[in-house]
């Protein structure tokens, strides 16, 4: 599959520009993309009350939890299609890849038509289930609802976007994003203060630009002049790349899905604390979603640079990929630490004007503002771990970190202490072991996989 203008050759020639304008270009897309998610909880939280930023708030545990477990079958895809890409560069009409294409876009459809059915009718036993407090309730149930009608257009999306991510296209994603948040703040503006909507206006807003973003990568996929062109008469689950894609995205969503599940709990923990508390706690998380994205952005570096490199052969790019990965983030966390010390209280009150919400805000922000580090190095070692194909290792250590160490935290340390800081240490405490695990796991997989590749 040759090289195209809107293409990256992640085999051959230097890393360090080639892994640095790909991260950056992605890191733009993905931080525009939770810049317009944070307009949505500013506008609420500014204009529409306390009560309705819970709500928004609240529910974000909920929609993550269905969303991160497709979205490691997204994972999946960027892959299947980066190993086959890396071993067929030259083949422009390679089956493998149009048949894993397809059956990516049709995936997107079918998992998110099971989602919005699940959100539409059952928001509120799912709201029950992390205890939602009674004033929060309604706002909550609506905001689901409606954000449930996206889900589709969502999907298509991110696993179009994938699919362009997959032969190292990150420009036209960031186009994409760069129009649809401009629609949707425009939007967010014009439900919340003109037509006076509250958690409904924002999930509104937001549902209409994730159709737009579905739209316009559709268009884009279908005037693709290499074997990822889409033809919408051939969206279909094909048997073996759709195999393929559940063999190494099934273990990431599950990985993902236990990482909502914790998040669950500790959100049900929070929701004790009463609404001012939930408010906080979605503006601390809409800032430090900030710097999730960021570290996201080397982790997808890391799986796309690894994953080609893979199927390559080519063992030496890949240590020199997964060592530039980690000094980019090193460089990252110092950037985040000092925004933390610097504007932390000034970012909080982007969200909130009410004293208490600002309060529980810094509580939260004082603990997770300086430790994200820890999650990219272990994202670093993780997209490493997959880019080979060792996602059901890297499911299993990630459950045993989180698991082993989040949950039980939350079930007994913070019980025992019961302070609202206490309960968010098990964050940084569970980064910490994952990373451990990964890199004893990193050594040995790649070790036998240099060793079975030269045999």
């Not at 994003?177 to 401009?182: K, Q």
């Not at 209409?208 to 693709?224: D, G, P, Q, R, T």
């Not at 049900?268 to 939930?278: C, E, R």
Request: glycine share 8%; net charge positive.
């Amino acid at each position: 599959m040759a090289t195209r203008a809107n293409s990256v050759d992640m085999v051959n020639g230097p890393l360090w520009n080639k892994i640095l304008k790909f991260t950056l270009t992605y890191m733009l897309t993905a931080v525009l993309q939770q810049l317009y998610s944070a307009a949505d909880v500013m506008v609420v939280g500014r204009f529409a009350g306390k009560e309705a930023l819970a709500g928004v708030g609240t529910c974000s545990v909920l929609v993550n939890l269905f969303l991160n477990f497709i979205m490691g079958l997204a994972a999946g895809v960027t892959i299947v299609l980066g190993q086959a890409i890396g071993r067929n560069r030259d083949d422009a009409k390679n089956d493998g890849v149009s048949q894993a294409s397809h059956t990516a876009i049709a995936l997107a459809i079918y998992c998110g038509l099971a989602i919005t059915a699940v959100c539409l009718f059952f928001a509120t036993p799912l709201l029950n289930l992390i205890s939602v407090p009674e004033d929060v309730m309604s706002e909550a149930k609506i905001y689901l609802r409606v954000m449930a009608l996206g889900y589709v257009p969502s999907l298509i999306y991110n696993f179009g976007a994938g699919i362009l991510r997959a032969k190292g296209d990150t420009k036209r994603p960031l186009y994409i994003v760069l129009a649809s948040g401009i629609i949707n703040v425009v939007l967010n503006l014009l439900f919340v203060c003109g037509f006076k909507m509250t958690a409904s206006g924002v999930a509104a807003a937001t549902v209409i630009s994730k159709v737009f973003n579905a739209v316009v990568v559709l268009y884009v996929l279908c005037n693709e002049n290499d074997a990822t062109r889409i033809n919408l008469k051939k969206i279909h689950v094909y048997k073996k790349p759709f195999l393929r894609i559940l063999k190494l995205g099934i273990p990431s969503g599950v990985q993902s899905g236990v990482y909502s599940f914790s998040n669950i709990i500790v959100q049900s923990s929070v929701n004790g604390f009463g609404s001012a508390a939930i408010a906080g706690s979605a503006a601390c998380t809409s800032i430090t979603e900030f710097y999730n994205v960021m570290f996201n952005s080397i982790y997808q570096s890391s799986i796309v640079f690894t994953s080609q490199n893979y199927g390559a052969k080519k063992f030496d790019r890949i240590k020199r990929t997964f060592r530039i990965c980690i000094i980019y983030s090193v460089l990252v966390w110092v950037l985040q630490s000092l925004t933390t010390y610097f504007f932390g209280i000034d970012l909080i009150k982007l969200y909130a004007t009410d004293p208490k919400v600002i309060e529980m805000a810094m509580r939260k922000f004082a603990i997770l503002g300086y430790c994200y580090g820890l999650l990219g190095f272990s994202n670093v070692l993780s997209g490493a771990l997959r880019g080979m194909g060792a996602s059901i290792i890297n499911m299993i250590t990630s459950i045993i970190g989180v698991c082993g160490i989040r949950i039980v935290w939350v079930m007994t340390a913070f019980k025992s202490m019961g302070t609202f800081e206490s309960l968010y240490l098990c964050y940084p405490l569970s980064w910490l072991g994952v990373s451990i695990l990964h890199t004893i796991m990193f050594v040995i997989v790649f070790r036998n996989a240099k060793r079975q590749c030269f045999k």
